[in-house]
């Protein structure tokens, strides 16, 4: 990247020095397609930060993943802010093609909504437009439902899955992947290229091939280290869809049983990634593409006994980031980083002005070691029913509805087990987090209470009656595959 950077800047200065005797050139010249790399992000729907082999779960199997980390640069604290929906994909695609918190996508609204929708502004600067601007081709293929939909028409090519043929084939991503392989082959431009696939998967409905599934033992599946039957209190999201995938108590057999579909699904999803890595490597592009590999959110699947990514514990809100290709070193950084500092990022090795106003940072200092970080703390927000900030260590949770906080030192405690936030000795910590929570609310407009008049009582118990089968997770399980196989319909409009 640096260099690229100081072709760039050789560039300018070139360019400025023709300026003196020819005053006619105004603005620098583009630097030459094969200057600029292309960018392929690999964009998953879904995708715990832990469940690739190489980066610390050994339960998993993820050879091509594995590869990518084992060249590449990996971000070992990477999130999305969270959501204003109970679809969190829906503002974290919005906020990946913006580069902008979803507290400012207030200022577009639609005509006929009474309420914001968590959509990012097509008139405002986004991934598409701005790349390319730039001289970049850019090309977009991916899920339907809960994405980033007024942006996706800026690209020169869009498509979305259809997802039928996706539960049909039980090869997750491969159709994605089939399509993308045959632009590479077929491109008619010596641009350079942004090449956007928002997977479906592993999201659930979980299907995939028995091969797949072959390759794992559930009983020798590890629960979480933060598996719990139930969670132990209201968190203000406690039957959302997601948490309808499985009854309560969360049974130890039944975790495994989901984590077995997860895995398979992740271990198929990584074979059709492989596939387009090979690709690049037949096309020749390898060795000029800056590969992004990222996923949407998390998802609980037993942890703290949820199921779904409506929280904002680690295993939700935490998501893999993994920056392999041209000029990038192998190494890591415990930076606090959002996926919304992909857009920038991608500016800067565009080559071209990162848009004002811009929530984003650009992480490409930090990929060159000029920088060790972007931020000193993130915040995170779900709703308007919890909130969260963290820093270097400690994190503090905030339940205003139920008036509870639980505090983790993420440094001894990455899977938030041991909540400290009744320790006398924690009181002026807890104090001074809540302070820095209100000063990032500010800063984002974000007007929900940290604390309300009368707070709930935060008990819950579960529904006596058995989840309900609602338009949302209606469908038949495959006894083959024991996987929940939703109706097409419900698919077609989205699921949280
Ligand atoms: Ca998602």
Same mark, same amino acid.
């Given at each position: ?82 959501? $204003? ?10 906020? %990946? ?48 439902? $809960? ?80 598996? &719990? ?5 209201? $968190? ?32 198929? %999803? ?69 996926? &919304?500092? %992909? ?19 650009? &992480? ?113 399980? $495959? ?18």
């Amino acid at each position: 990247m640096m260099q690229y950077c100081f072709k760039y800047a050789l560039l300018l200065v070139t360019t400025c020095s023709f300026a003196l005797v020819r005053p006619v050139v105004a603005v620098a010249e583009k630097p030459a397609a094969v200057e600029r790399p292309n960018i392929l992000l690999v964009f998953t729907d879904d995708q715990r930060a832990d469940t690739i082999h190489a980066l610390g779960n050994p339960a998993i199997i993820t050879p091509n993943l594995d590869r990518l980390t084992e060249r590449g640069f990996v971000f070992n604290n990477a999130y999305i802010m969270g959501s $204003n929906s109970p679809a969190v994909c829906l503002p974290s695609r919005n906020m %990946l093609m913006s580069g902008r918190a979803y507290f400012h996508f207030r200022r577009y609204k639609l005509p006929d909504r009474r309420h914001p929708f968590p959509y990012a502004s097509p008139e405002e600067p986004n991934v598409p437009t701005t790349l390319g601007t730039a001289g970049y081709e850019t090309y977009h293929h991916g899920k339907k439902g $809960n994405t980033a939909r007024r942006i996706h028409p800026l690209f020169d090519h869009t498509k979305y899955v259809t997802h039928h043929s996706v539960l049909k084939n039980g090869q997750p991503g491969k159709v994605v992947v089939d399509r993308a392989i045959d632009f590479l082959k077929h491109r008619k431009t010596d641009k350079p290229f942004v090449m956007y696939l928002a997977f479906s998967e592993p999201h659930d409905p979980r299907v995939s091939a028995q091969e797949y599934r072959d390759m794992y033992d559930r009983d020798e599946i590890p629960l979480p280290k933060n598996y &719990l039957p139930i969670h132990p209190f209201d $968190n203000g999201e406690m039957t959302i869809r997601d948490e309808r995938l499985e009854k309560w108590p969360r049974t130890k057999d039944a975790i495994r049983r989901h984590l077995h579909d997860y895995y398979a699904m992740i271990t198929g %999803l990584d074979h059709h990634i492989g596939r387009l890595f090979q690709a690049l490597k037949d096309q020749g592009l390898y060795d000029n593409t800056i590969v992004v590999f990222a996923s949407d959110n998390g998802l609980a699947l037993g942890s703290h006994g949820l199921m779904g990514k409506q929280s904002v514990y680690e295993h939700s809100v935490k998501v893999p980031l993994i920056v392999a290709g041209p000029s990038i070193p192998h190494g890591d950084s415990d930076a606090l980083v959002y996926l &919304l500092d %992909l857009f920038p990022t991608f500016c800067e090795w565009a080559g071209t002005p990162v848009p004002e106003e811009l929530d984003g940072k650009s &992480l490409a200092p930090i990929i060159a070691g000029r920088s060790e970080k972007v931020r000193d703390t993130a915040f995170f927000a779900y709703r308007g029913v919890q909130r969260a900030v963290r820093d270097g260590c400690w994190k503090l949770i905030c339940y205003p509805r139920i008036d509870r906080t639980q505090l983790f030192d993420l440094s001894t405690d990455p899977d938030e087990t041991h909540d400290l936030s009744a320790d006398p000795a924690q009181a002026r910590r807890i104090e001074s987090m809540m302070k820095l929570m209100r000063r990032w609310q500010e800063r984002l407009g974000d007007d929900a209470p940290l604390v309300v008049d009368q707070p709930a009582d935060g008990r819950w118990t579960p529904p006596a009656r058995k989840p309900k089968k609602n338009k949302a997770i209606s469908g038949r399980r $495959n006894d083959r595959s024991r996987s929940i196989v939703f109706n097409e319909v419900n698919l077609l409009h989205g699921s949280p």
